[in-house]
């Protein structure tokens, strides 16, 4: 029998090499640092990335603030219409089922989040919220990093994954090469060339002395490796799960029934990437905006039902993200453009709900934009230390104070 | 696994790869000096992937037949493409339902309405496929690669997404013949057209930007992405370059670029440190001038072309050729086809082809001439689809390629074309002469689909393969299995990983 060595992460210049012999899906043994809580060695954080910049304003609706309507002439959703929360605030009534869980306690909303200096590009703003570095061009995601530092296993390749057809950035580190998925079918060698031939490309040498060099060599070698083994594990590995669950018919839908069947086969998944848009709503935002929050809502139920009835939901969280707001004051085609400050979901059996942060204010804008009154980096913070139990030192740079939804 | 054929190979290849068989030089230390190295089909072969998809074996050859200035001035100075037909509009009630629409379309109830907007629905749908296929099929055919190479950079440059934001018909194929008919030419003026370009206009909401609320979409981009990059303007510029944008729009009927004075924004504008009654065109001549442009356009050309992490001094000097063009891409592009920097060790297979120069390259390497629609979806579940990019950013391109998912896209596509020999042309090179001993269809797989880029256990592997390891009848290489042994053996070729690097 034939030992392949690989190398991970020979591309970011770090080379490790592992042998890789029948290792899928062993679950998590490493402990966690000293002094931080024990027992969070099987939780997943799922994030949800909301692309194109969902508008804030039309997400927590501001319906006790009249500055809000003359901003918002056609696209105000009128006080009656809102899923109120208190006499300020209340949920776009696309979302009665999140409506619903934040009742019962098991959704965070956390207010104005953004950070300093906020860039009005999508990608700019895309990165920064990915990389967590407002500052300068990082070429990890913090995820990324965050698995890094986590002492997993080297040898299961579900350590963290991916339910998209592109690698996002927020799920690159150095040392951990994370699967992206677009979903179960598809993933995996099609049928229509023989059993053998496929043994033999699992078997064909990708590494070995090749007449040329590239930087890319050793990446495409350990992705084939991985894309090979993986794909033919993954499916066996949950196929015991069973589900009674029914999902909305959307792809946000099916990424989070797939994510509860991954977190349920406990495969030492860590972190799953969801993405659900697009949210860039220049133009007839009411028709593009409801319908987008109504499928978040729909789903996120459906995948706490599936979850609580597996015994999961407690050890799930759900972080949404968006890469901004939108402009305060809506233009000519009834639509919005790029703006700043943004709410993120934070939902699971395993948090206090409520709100938190500041709604951000209609009096003081930043040339027409909403301001942050939370750095997204705290939020972050809260869920390595208080979610993870670890650090964020080598994650994060600098400090940032923990939110008090996680304890 | 037949030790004995396995050993026997990799002896063989072991000693098959001198030093020689590599391009000449490491990067120059002047950059963008002329290439005066030696010149073979491995290097033939590169130039093809780059100026086109790669070609077939035989072009190869006609190419390293003939000096490299040759060469390149073959690709650079293109035949006249002008006859070849454009797509045809599938279905021309397109235009009459659509009135209905618009006359109608106030009750969304109207069953009227309702059936023609999913009869529309429909159509548009199937126009798309066509227009995708169109493309394709062109790229595999085209006597002009260079031409198509130019237009699907330009493509990914402008980025525009067909299907989404009204942009339906033929409008992607309008704009794709202007990147066309710009391919080598004045990228300035392109950028002109492309501000009037209705799919574009319609793409980042230019046409209904108006006076009292300019739209920002278009003026940000054409910033950010298109000619100058972050850091190089203001959020200041952005609003202003908005207004000067204003009434930049087209006639509904006609679908012709169209200046709605009444909608423009007449007054003074401050944009790059200059002020005046500026409009949009006066805005891309102000940003043409501005340095950050042609360092910009020349950074991505070598990413595309070259590699992905150009040297800043190579980014200047190609920069500085490029301004010293004013623009013109006909020499900047003959000046890097024969560069030393191109035909570098670092060049070489250092970028990741794209999923369709993957596809299109396999197509012409095979001999493959019509592309069928089912190719879209596998396509799509490699990461790209022409005319339907993720984001007015384009493909990211490079390792952002590669994952798990499209890399098994990758396989079974070489799998399902391999499975597929009645697609083949009837002489294929593949199986071609007959059953060849294990040695020479193993050098034949790895010349002519890696030009030898593989490792000798690899080709130890394959050969093993050919004389049955590993397969169900277990047998040697004969009359009886050849050609579909050799097709299996084609497809693990393409699986190995210079085939996913260009």
Known sequence: MKRTRFLIGAVAGLSVAANVDNLFGRALAQPILPGLPSGTDDRVLVVINMQGGNDGLNTIVPHGNQKYYQYRPTLGIAPNDVLQINKDIGLNPAMASLKSMYDAGNVALVQGAGYPGPDHSHFRSTEIWQTAEPEHYETTGWVGRFLDSANLPADNLFNAVALSPVLPEVMIGRRVDVPAIAALQGFGLSSDRNQNERGVFAAIDKGGSMPFDSPYLSTVAMIEDHAQRGSQELPKLISGYKTDASYPATPLGRSLALAAQIVGSRLGTRVVYVQHGSFDTHAAQKQTQDRLLKEFSDAIKAFYDDLAAHGNDKRTLTMTFSEFGRRVAENASRGTDHGEAAPMFLVGGGIKGGLYGEHPSLDVLDNGDVKYTVDFRSVYATVIEKWFGRQTSGVLAGSFPTLTMLT | ?502
């Open chain 2, 1 to 502: 696994m037949p030790k004995r054929a396995a050993s026997r190979y990799y002896r063989m290849a072991m000693n098959a790869a001198p030093s020689s068989f590599r391009p000449a030089g490491s990067l120059p230390s002047a950059p963008l000096a002329a290439y005066d190295g030696p010149w073979n089909t491995r290097l033939a072969a590169h130039l093809l992937r780059r100026a086109g998809f790669g070609g077939s074996p035989s072009d190869i050859a006609h190419y390293a037949a003939m000096p490299m200035g040759d060469a390149v001035a073959a690709l650079i100075r293109f035949p006249s493409t002008a006859n070849y037909p454009e797509p045809q509009l599938t279905d021309d009630r397109a235009a009459e339902l659509s009135l209905l629409m618009s006359v109608r379309g106030a009750d969304k109830t109207d069953d009227a309405v309702m059936e023609a907007r999913k009869q529309l629905r429909d159509m548009r749908r199937t126009q798309n496929v066509a227009n995708v296929t169109w493309w394709l099929d062109r790229m595999v055919a085209t006597p002009a690669p260079l031409q198509e190479k130019m237009t699907l950079f330009l493509h990914g440059h402008y980025a525009t997404a067909a299907g989404t934001k009204n942009i339906y018909g033929l409008d992607i194929v309008d704009q794709n013949e202007l990147f066309r008919r710009y391919a080598l030419g004045n990228w300035r003026e392109l950028t002109h057209y492309v501000a009037r370009d209705r799919a574009m206009l319609k793409w980042l909401d230019n046409a209904r930007s108006v006076k009292a609320h300019p739209n920002e979409n278009f003026a940000r981009e054409l910033m950010e992405l298109f000619t100058l990059g972050i850091g190089n303007y203001s959020e200041q510029d952005v609003r202003e370059s908005a207004r000067a944008f204003t009434g930049f729009t087209f006639a509904p009927r006609t679908g012709e670029f169209y200046f709605n004075a009444r909608q423009h924004d007449d007054d003074s504008k401050t944009f790059l440190g200059k002020t005046g009654n500026f409009n949009g065109d006066d805005i891309i001549d102000i940003i043409f001038q501005q340095p950050a442009a042609p360092k910009l356009f020349a950074s991505k050309l070598l990413a595309f072309f070259i590699y992905s992490d150009p040297e800043p001094d190579l980014v200047d000097q190609v920069a500085a050729l490029i301004r010293k063009n004013d623009f013109n891409m006909e020499p900047v592009m003959s000046t890097l086809l024969r560069s030393n920097v191109f035909y570098s060790d670092r060049a070489y297979r250092a970028l990741v082809k794209s999923p369709v120069e993957f596809v299109v390259g396999t197509y012409q390497l095979f001999g493959i001439t019509s592309v069928q629609p089912e190719v879209i979806g596998a396509l799509n579940r490699m990461g790209q689809v022409p005319f339907h990019p993720p984001s007015v950013k384009g493909w990211d391109g490079g390792a952002q390629w590669l994952n798990t998912q499209t890399v098994l896209a990758r396989e079974n596509f070489a799998s399902s074309l391999m499975s597929a020999p009645e697609m083949m042309q009837a002489q294929n090179w593949l199986t071609q002469g007959g059953p060849p001993t294990t040695e020479a269809a193993t050098r034949k797989l790895s010349s002519t689909i890696l030009q030898g880029d593989a490792s000798a256990s690899a080709l130890a592997d394959l050969a093993g393969y050919l004389d049955g390891g590993g397969t169900s009848t277990n047998t040697m290489l004969s009359g009886e299995n050849f050609e579909e042994r050799m097709r299996g053996a084609a497809y693990l070729t393409m699986a190995m990983p210079a085939y996913q690097l260009s």
